[in-house]
DNA sequence: CCGTCTTGTTTCAAATATCGTAACAAATGT
DNA sequence: ACATTTGTTACGATATTTGAAACAAGACGG
């Protein structure tokens, strides 16, 4: 928009961030443990099950690794057969978050104000907290039967390209945001560009008017609104955030009523001392 | 008890286990995935941190290895580091878990009953699932603050030695819990044999009387009951449990007052069409 | 009912990714 | 500043993983 070149690349820009090796398989990286963990995170709450062949198929393996990988993500116990032979994920794979969910205890003394925001919404009030280059959802609040999908703990989305991830990357402060930003870039070439000014503006409305909003930007169907709490004492970087089905959302409503409630709600939530406020607070 | 032969080891004995090939690396399981899985098992909700050499330590591994396997654990987004350099699970992780609480919808229409359940009794009612030789919590209830763990989903336990587990082994059938115990009777030999007679008491109280009760069995300072609902139509054999601090938990409260109320509990959880009801109900 | 597909597991030798030593780098502490 | 502890990287030896092919087990269709 300003003469060709985004505010937001010439934040990545001053970002580090090396190339990754050619392309080559990085020997530094177990190549194994990660195809492993690319089965797991295959599943999805629209895909629970998967033939070998499949995944096979989407991972570019040989069957017989897939039914190595299987046999071994089984013998742990986070995998299991249905009667009709496929793989899907075993319950057991929630012992591997429960450390995480134990450590987040703080979200427990903020789901009555959340409940309150999602009554006077009609909407999903969530919990974000910031992992590598996605949100994590770690608290959800709400009527879930209104919703394409299925809002629970464990939600993942893409930074750059929701309210939520953009409210976290608020956040960040100076080279931290310039590097973060240089990683998504990286990571996500075409996506970052297309979103690059949406992004910015967001970023920068979170730091003065305290919120932004999104209008399908990451779920076509759900206008989001967010608002950037704080980070906890062991460095999680949190968000607050609010979604509606798009057929609910007017939009003078969003702007002008719901995101100033979410923002002041904001300041509350930073008032209970569970969270460093933001560089810019 | 029984002229030295319990009648769980009767049982065991009628299942199919094979033993591990002679202890050695099982060829056919792939080691390096197992490994980075071992490392993200480690974590705890007493342990959060590790640095790379207490990994080494733990999981007999060289620190190059280790160095190398969290790498690859960070690069995927498991792990991160947090400013003392130790290693962290991520939030990411819940994205693993995601897909299997989506799948468990269900749950949400138990949460009012449960609630009920948990201030009548003032502990902390929980629905657990069987997976593999463990359960897992996949929905708590009640107050967190007068327990000495953290009550969340995705607590696991041990099937042979708790009240979730015992009323989970009394919905398997004939051959299936004959191979179930055979299973836990080779992966911890010890314990089974400790744990044998009351466990074949609870899984029988449990199709009897509909719940059976352990007192400190499992975590040593919590008493607690059980009682099997069923299999779901997608194959998750389900048991609703309560549990109390040993000091507030009367004995003939809990076998004649709080035990009754729960098996009705699950009588009317059955009706409600999302259990297959278990063979002896 | 039998042959024909399809799909998944196992075997085995070849290939290559992993391991451990040792050197290096960084942080910690005295 | 030096010694000590701890984590990462390089590199050759080695053990694990890989993929082809054979095998086993169902599913399908005539």
């Given amino acids: 928009m300003n003469d060709g070149r985004t505010i937001l690349n010439q934040w ?23 195809k492993g963990l690319e ?14 062949a ?23 116990g986070y995998l299991r057969r249905d009667p009709k032979g496929n793989f899907r994920l075993a319950p057991r794979i929630l012992g591997l978050s429960y450390p995480v969910m134990a450590a987040t ?15 006077m919404s009609t909407g999903n009030v969530t919990l974000a907290v910031m992992s590598g280059d996605q949100f994590v959802q770690v608290q959800t609040v ?30 960040l402060d100076g080279q931290e945001l310039y590097d973060k930003l240089a990683e998504l870039r990286l990571r996500f070439p075409e996506e970052f560009e297309a979103h690059a000014d949406l992004t910015a503006a967001s970023i920068a409305r979170c730091r003065s008017e ?41 939009e003078d409503v969003v702007e002008n009523d719901l995101g100033p409630r979410l923002a002041e709600a904001a300041r509350s939530f930073r008032m209970m001392g569970i969270f460093k406020p933001p560089f810019f607070a």
Wanted: glycine content about 10%; hydrophobic content about 40%; overall charge neutral.
């Fill in 105 to 119: 205890r703080w979200r427990h003394q903020l789901v009555g104000p959340m409940r309150e925001i999602a009554e």
């Fill in 39 to 52: 089965i797991l995170a295959l599943y999805s709450d629209q895909e629970d099950r998967f033939a070998n």
């Fill in 210 to 250: 305290g919120f932004c909003t999104s209008y399908g930007d990451w779920r076509p169907n759900i206008v989001a609104l967010s608002t950037p709490l704080g980070e906890t004492d062991d460095g999680l970087r949190v968000a607050l955030s609010c979604g509606l089905p798009r057929f609910r959302a007017r």
């Fill in 54 to 76: 499949e995944i096979a198929r989407r991972l570019g393996l040989n069957k017989a690794t897939v039914s190595r990988l299987c046999k071994t993500l089984m013998h742990m």
């Fill in 142 to 171: 709400g009527d879930p039967v209104s919703f394409p999908h299925i809002p629970e703990a464990g939600i993942t989305g893409p930074l750059h390209r929701s309210a939520s991830g953009r409210a976290l990357l608020s956040l």
């Fill in 12 to 34: 990545a820009d001053a970002g580090e961030c090396e190339l990754p090796g050619e392309g080559a398989t990085d020997q530094a990286l177990s190549s194994t443990l990660m």
